[in-house]
């Protein structure tokens, strides 16, 4: 079932085909969701070539790398952002993301990204997508 539901997902992150997401695309949050939405939301663990495919397929992906400024200076995934997950302005930068996009979140080893995923569904995001083993897995992985 579990694994029906991650290739829902994945599908769908793959048909959005156009820049913006389309109002039939979005899921709805709003400041009225409830608590009890918020808990329903998903957070996906993805080896590196499924994380791969997810970030290529999405049109707009909302890439976030929650790393220190000093090791993304090492390298990073083309088009992440970096929102330190150390930084007091970590929850005014998620802040300024969609919250009715996926986020696809990554750090070094997956320890931090996790807390990261966490803070991103305790603030509204419904679809979070998280790189297995962090950017290290990514590079071993040859990306």
Same mark, same amino acid.
């Given at each position: 079932?579990?694994?029906?539901?991650?290739?829902?997902?994945l599908?769908? @992150?793959?048909?959005?085909? @156009? *820049?913006?997401?389309? $109002?039939?695309?979005? +899921?709805?949050?709003? $400041?009225?969701?409830?608590?009890?939405? =918020? &808990? &329903?939301?998903v957070?996906?663990?993805?080896?590196?070539?499924?994380?791969?495919?997810? +970030?290529?397929?999405?049109? &707009?992906?909302?890439? =976030?790398?929650?790393?220190?400024?000093?090791?993304?200076?090492?390298?990073? +995934?083309?088009?992440?952002?970096?929102?330190? =997950? *150390?930084?007091?302005?970590?929850?005014?930068? +998620?802040?300024?993301l969609?919250?009715?996009?996926?986020?696809?979140?990554?750090?070094?080893?997956? &320890?931090?990204?996790?807390?990261?995923?966490?803070?991103?569904?305790?603030?509204?995001?419904?679809?979070?997508?998280?790189?297995?083993?962090?950017? *290290?897995?990514? =590079? $071993?992985?040859?990306?």
């Open positions: 079932m579990s694994r029906l539901f991650l290739l829902l997902l599908l769908t @992150c793959g048909l959005q085909s @156009c *820049n913006q997401a389309t $109002e039939s695309e979005k +899921i709805p949050v709003t $400041e009225k969701t409830t608590a009890t939405e =918020i &808990k &329903k939301a957070a996906v663990l993805l080896s590196p070539s499924d994380y791969s495919a997810a +970030i290529t397929a999405a049109s &707009k992906p909302q890439l =976030i790398d929650v790393r220190t400024p000093e090791e993304v200076s090492q390298g990073k +995934i083309d088009k992440a952002t970096n929102y330190d =997950i *150390n930084n007091p302005d970590f929850g005014e930068n +998620i802040d300024k969609d919250r009715s996009r996926p986020v696809y979140v990554y750090c070094a080893s997956g &320890k931090r990204s996790a807390r990261a995923t966490e803070l991103l569904k305790q603030s509204g995001f419904l679809v979070v997508y998280d790189l297995r083993g962090g950017y *290290n897995a990514w =590079i $071993e992985a040859g990306y």
